[in-house]
């Protein structure tokens, strides 16, 4: 088609949707894809990228898995898992997301044969949102009983201690008493001479030789005000109780906070997170300084970074640095792709996806020192070595710290600033689980729920809450255990390894590296260096996850709540957590291969082909990714325009399209006609 007057060929403006007229913009949104959506800022992106990385873990579980696996040596395994499994992964998702500006079901239009990665991510992403809300609503809780001038957890003087209460003993014997084996302190001077000897107390009073009858089950106080005071716990998985209302409306104030800032999408949630990702930060900054001022402290640091070299001949330790990488960046639970997918398409998904792990990692040791400078001046208050007062996860935030606060001058404040910070970290990783489960909701029926979706999140909270009302029993406690146990375990390890299958095997790494290139440039995608990421998704992640995957399995052992083993049943409930996970990879494997056509080799083949409709959201980047394929010898995954041939009679069928400036006409190759 050409102009009469200059004989001049009118540029072709290239379509996804046709004959459908180019979308109304929303006054004043400025999104780059206005029917989506997009960040409002590429530091909103930024920001709910660490806050969904830097959790809980970072400051209760790696300090403790540390310390346990070589103290400063654990930090080499560490840095080469990351280096090897989790930039990688964590590249990969960003990448895959933004590119086609979907969440993690649909992204895998790209293969369709892996597609049931996607449908596992948020099943795993449901289910742990369940439970993960429970443990902020623990943190609520402290945050309340943090509101007082003598915290709950420093004596033994309430209704949920009991007479094992380790402060009750103290004050027996500072007193001028003894324990007895009927449970009560009885004074010295009221003890006849036998009951002198029974106990090894000198006729002078010398308690040098007494021993306190029943210290192996002595507890302290913040352990009883956890286990009695807080959970009232029941003891078994099996003997539920009642629901605790505390704890009930503490996991209500939870979930509508969760709402509240997730009702209007990433407008919301991106605004939030300007606070939640950063205050955590201020408040180990505080921390440190005050540690650093407590006599002690440097017991707690020597302990926590001092190297032990023989401890990296175990392989335990390198898969508790694999795994630890693993969890701690987030990488497969289907988040990174949800949130990347926001992104404008020509964000450097490249630097972001180098800055967030780095941060995510130095922040882990960060908090390592913090913690372990507080628990040092723990252990010297109360004359013990800094091992018999570390403890691991929960106990490691509700019980371990609890008790190192009392100690310190202040400590409601202390107190209620550190639970205040669990808060903010356990929000931002809430909000982008469950903002995972709604956005692959809402690509599936964008059409019904994307309209909706305000209605969608507060339906999905409500449910969430009602189910999490079992974790909030007197057997709660147990329920929050096995499913974080089972929930989320190997399946992340099986999805990413089919992941780098997925994209390096079958998509094909050159044409993965293609697509990046159409986002954020030649000068990135031609480095020699970038040539690391493709050995990457091809080899050395998937070797390194099939080491971590073949020694979870062979060290493999059911599962226990510390000391407490779980009935057959609860391991069956949680190989059930499992299988609706995992079983939607051969299911929507089989169905695949069912639906396509041809011989069995066609099938396969059609199994591994992106479908028509696979490729960026918006026509002037499918051109361009169209061009940049074309110049670089690879094969766009998609069509120009994300239709089928076969649903034109031909190629070369002139289409009138709709542009900004009027009507051009072009065809599928987007040549002019």
């Not at 469950?434 to 507060?458: C, G, H, N, S």
Request: net charge negative.
């Amino acid at each position: 088609m050409t102009d009469s007057a200059s004989n001049e060929k009118i540029p072709v403006q290239v379509f996804v949707n046709d004959p459908a007229p180019l979308p109304a913009k929303k006054p004043g949104s400025g999104d780059e894809n206005e029917e989506r959506g997009n960040w409002t800022s590429q530091m909103d992106f930024m920001l709910s990228c660490i806050g969904y990385a830097v959790g809980l873990g970072n400051v209760w579980r790696f300090p403790y898995l540390c310390y346990s696996n070589g103290g400063g040596a654990f930090l080499i395994p560490y840095v080469i898992m990351l280096m090897f499994a989790g930039i990688p992964l964590f590249f990969l998702e960003l990448s895959i997301g933004q590119y086609g500006s979907n969440g993690p079901i649909r992204c895998w239009r790209s293969v369709p044969a892996i597609r049931g990665v996607g449908y596992g991510m948020v099943a795993a992403s449901a289910f742990v949102g369940i439970y993960y809300n429970v443990i902020i609503c623990y943190t609520i809780f402290y945050m309340i009983q943090s509101l007082t001038s003598v915290l709950p957890w420093e004596d033994c003087h309430h209704s949920w201690n009991s007479y094992l209460c380790s402060e009750l003993f103290d004050e027996c014997v500072d007193e001028g008493g003894i324990v007895t084996l009927n449970k009560t302190c009885v004074p010295i001077a009221n003890l006849t001479s036998e009951e002198k000897a029974f106990y090894n107390v000198s006729e002078d009073g010398n308690l040098t030789h007494y021993t306190d009858p029943f210290h192996d089950d002595r507890k302290g106080p913040s352990e009883e005000f956890y286990r009695n005071g807080m959970l009232h716990d029941s003891g078994s998985i099996e003997e539920s109780g009642y629901v605790i209302w505390q704890l009930a409306l503490c996991l209500l104030l939870a979930w509508l906070i969760v709402f509240l800032c997730l009702a209007k999408g990433i407008k919301s949630s991106g605004k939030v997170v300007y606070f939640t990702a950063t205050f955590p930060y201020i408040v180990l900054f505080i921390l440190l300084i005050r540690g650093l001022t407590l006599p002690g402290f440097k017991d707690g640091i020597i302990f926590f970074i001092t190297p032990r070299w023989e401890l990296l001949k175990n392989p335990k330790v390198w898969k508790d640095a694999a795994v630890q990488i693993f969890y701690s960046l987030s990488a497969s639970w289907g988040g990174l792709t949800t949130l990347s997918s926001y992104n404008r398409f020509k964000n450097n998904c490249f630097r972001d996806a180098m800055i967030v792990p780095l941060l995510n990692c130095a922040t882990s040791v960060f908090a390592g020192v913090v913690i372990f400078s507080i628990l040092g001046a723990m252990a010297f208050e109360l004359g013990k070595p800094v091992a018999e007062v570390v403890d691991e996860q929960f106990g490691l935030a509700f019980v371990a710290y609890p008790e190192a606060v009392t100690h310190m001058p202040g400590s409601p404040v202390w107190s209620f600033l550190f639970f205040f910070m669990l808060l903010t970290l356990g929000l931002d990783s809430q909000f982008c689980i469950i903002e995972t489960v709604v956005t692959a909701l809402t690509d599936q029926f964008p059409d019904y729920l994307r309209p909706r979706k305000t209605k969608l999140v507060a339906g999905y909270c409500t449910a969430c809450f009602f189910i999490g009302l079992i974790c909030v029993t007197q057997a709660g406690s147990y329920w929050v255990v096995l499913m974080d146990k089972y929930a989320a375990d190997f399946a992340l390890l099986i999805f990413a390894f089919m992941e780098c299958i997925g994209i390096g095997w079958i998509y094909g790494a050159k044409r993965f590296s293609n697509d990046i290139r159409t986002m954020v440039g030649d000068r990135i995608v031609d480095s020699v260096l970038f040539k690391w990421w493709s050995l990457n998704w091809c080899f050395l992640t998937p070797a390194v996850l099939s080491f971590v995957l073949l020694f979870n399995w062979s060290s493999w052992s059911n599962p226990t709540a510390g000391d407490y083993e779980f009935p057959a049943w609860a391991h069956g409930f949680g190989w059930v957590l499992i299988m609706s996970s995992i079983s939607w990879i051969p299911i929507v494997w089989v169905y695949e291969f069912v639906k396509a056509e041809g011989s069995i080799l066609e099938r396969f083949r059609a199994m591994g082909t992106p479908t028509s409709d696979w490729g960026p959201a918006l026509p002037a980047h499918r051109n361009e990714a169209y061009n940049v394929h074309e110049r670089h010898g690879t094969t766009m995954g998609g069509t120009i325009d994300g239709f089928a041939p076969e649903d034109y009679m031909h190629v070369n069928q002139p289409k009138y399209v709709p542009t900004e400036n009027g009507i051009a006409m072009g065809n599928l190759r987007g040549e002019s006609v």
